[in-house]
């Protein structure tokens, strides 16, 4: 789990249960994207929420996750409110 603290304390990072999140403070926790199918079965990660891209197509939903998950740590988190 990539974590990262902004200079004004801000906790940034995918939600994830292994460790609870709680323990930092007050959360706030906001959709990043959407992970769904199309009408024909493909798969695609929607990171519009974020101002990001649509990726895909992918023949099944766990890759969407993995493209979705690679994206936000590679270029989401450091974003500033």
Do not use: K
């Amino acid at each position: 789990m990539q974590v990262v603290v902004q200079p004004n304390g801000t906790i940034r990072c995918l939600y994830d249960e292994n460790i609870d999140l709680s323990s930092f403070g007050r959360l706030s926790i906001r959709r990043a994207s959407h992970v769904e199918p199309d009408a024909v079965g493909q798969w695609f990660a929607n990171l519009r929420p974020m101002d990001g891209p649509i990726l895909g197509p992918f023949p099944r939903r766990s890759d969407a996750l993995t493209a979705e998950s690679n994206w936000i740590e590679a270029n989401g988190l450091a974003a500033t409110d």
